[in-house]
C-alpha cells in the first residue's frame, strides 16, 4: 500500500517535471524575440454628440439648480448650460458636463459620459456618483426644494401620528 503511494507521488511530480520543461521550451529565449503586446489603437476624435431626445429634454425641465448642500459642509453647483438640456455640475476644482438620462424610476440622472460621473437627484437628497471607480464622490446634497419636501413629509408623519394618538381609546 504505501510503495503504490510512493509510486503514485513519483509519478505525479515526474509529469510536472514534464509539463515544466515544456512550456519553458516553447518560451522565447531572449526578450528581443519575444513579440510585443499589440499596440493601442488611436484614441477615436470626438464625435458630435447626438441631439437630446424630447424624453431628455421632459427630464431637464425637472433637474434642480443652484447650489446643494452636503455632507461634511461640502458644495455641489448645478447651473444651466447655453445648449438645451445640458447642464455644468461643479464639485470641488471639477466641472462635468452633463445630459439628462431617461430612467424608468422618475429619478433625475445628470450623466458625464466622458468622465463617467453621474449626479442623482431624488425628492430626499442628491449624489454625485464617479462610475469608472465605483463610488460616491458627495452624498446627502440639498438643495432648497428638497429640505421643504423633506420637511413637508416629516410635518405629515408628525401630524398623523398624533392624531392616530389622539383618537384611540383606552379598553376597559
Not at 509510486?7 to 528581443?32: C, D, I, R, T
Amino acid at each position: 500500500m504505501i510503495r503504490t503511494l510512493i509510486a503514485g507521488a513519483a509519478l505525479a511530480a515526474l509529469s510536472l517535471n514534464v509539463a515544466f520543461a515544456a512550456s519553458a521550451a516553447s518560451a522565447p529565449a531572449s526578450k528581443s524575440t519575444a513579440k510585443k503586446p499589440a499596440a493601442k489603437p488611436a484614441p477615436k476624435a470626438a464625435e458630435p454628440e447626438a441631439p437630446l431626445s424630447q424624453g431628455q429634454l421632459d427630464v431637464a425641465k425637472r433637474v434642480m439648480t443652484g447650489t446643494a448642500e452636503c455632507e461634511f459642509k461640502e458644495k455641489v453647483e448645478v447651473t444651466a448650460a447655453p445648449e438645451a438640456g445640458h447642464f455644468h455640475v461643479t464639485y470641488g476644482k471639477a466641472t462635468y458636463s452633463m445630459v439628462p438620462k431617461e430612467t424608468t424610476t422618475g429619478a433625475v440622472v445628470l450623466v458625464d459620459t466622458a468622465k463617467d460621473v453621474e449626479w442623482l437627484q431624488i425628492p430626499a437628497k442628491s449624489m454625485l456618483l464617479d462610475n469608472r471607480e465605483g463610488h460616491r464622490l458627495v452624498d446627502h446634497c440639498t438643495q432648497a426644494e428638497q429640505r421643504a419636501a423633506v420637511e413637508a413629509v416629516a410635518s405629515a408623519a408628525a401630524n398623523a401620528a398624533a392624531k392616530a394618538g389622539s383618537s384611540a381609546q383606552p379598553r376597559k
